[in-house]
């Protein structure tokens, strides 16, 4: 005799939205008397070793629409190429430098802005070096699981050309959705959710 199964059914899946930037910048969201700064709202200080620059990054859906609540979280070393973590062995980092940031993006524009320092290169492996990046977080209303990217420097042709994960983008077209264009003192990414610019994302 058959003995009969009794199958469990999937969970409904969850989405980070539509509260997450509300939750974890209640600052920006207008919340006042949580927490005196917003978590990740200032990455240096007037003491922070390196070029300052400003990192400007849009949030579009798959029609070029801005998205409005979205959360992006930010990470990358310091000038001299080491980060603030705890597992880094290679050094010690600039201490005035938190190697993290995160903004919500702006209701209307999809846009945030962090002001941060260019960064230094760092290992892929003994004897071959990353270019020059800053990795992402993405998280929005209808993202499931939060969105891995990252951001190379258009002045960093040489470095770029030899990086080993660029290298690894099998479809060339899509190399340039990584790379950021510089405009007066902040470098401008945008971060295409879907559609004919869709940015490149890592499954990490």
């Not at 400003?54 to 310091?78: C, F, M, N, S």
Request: glycine fraction near 10%; hydrophobic fraction near 40%; include cysteine.
């Amino acid at each position: 005799m058959v003995q009969s199964l009794n199958r469990l059914k999937e969970s409904p899946s969850q989405t980070a939205g539509p509260y997450v930037h509300i939750g974890l910048t209640p600052n920006f969201s207008g919340i006042s008397g949580v927490i005196a700064r917003d978590l990740g709202d200032e990455m240096v200080n007037d003491k922070t070793l390196g070029e300052r620059i400003g990192i400007r990054a849009r949030v579009l859906d798959g029609t070029g629409t801005p998205l409005k609540d979205a959360l992006v979280e930010i990470w990358q070393a310091d000038s001299a190429g080491l980060y603030n973590s705890p597992t880094e062995i290679r050094g010690t980092a600039d201490p005035n430098f938190t190697g993290w940031g995160r903004k919500a993006t702006d209701m209307t524009t999809g846009e945030c802005l962090f002001q941060s320092i260019k960064p230094g290169r760092v290992p892929y492996k003994p004897g071959v070096l990353m270019a020059p990046h800053v990795s992402f977080w993405i998280v929005a209303r209808g993202i499931n699981l939060g969105l891995n990217t990252r951001m190379y420097f258009a002045d960093e042709e040489a470095a770029n050309a030899e990086d080993p994960v660029l290298a690894r983008i099998e479809h060339r077209v899509r190399v340039p959705t990584l790379i950021a264009e510089r405009q007066g003192d902040a470098y401008v990414f945008d971060i295409h959710l879907q559609g004919e610019k869709e940015t490149v994302f890592f499954d990490i």
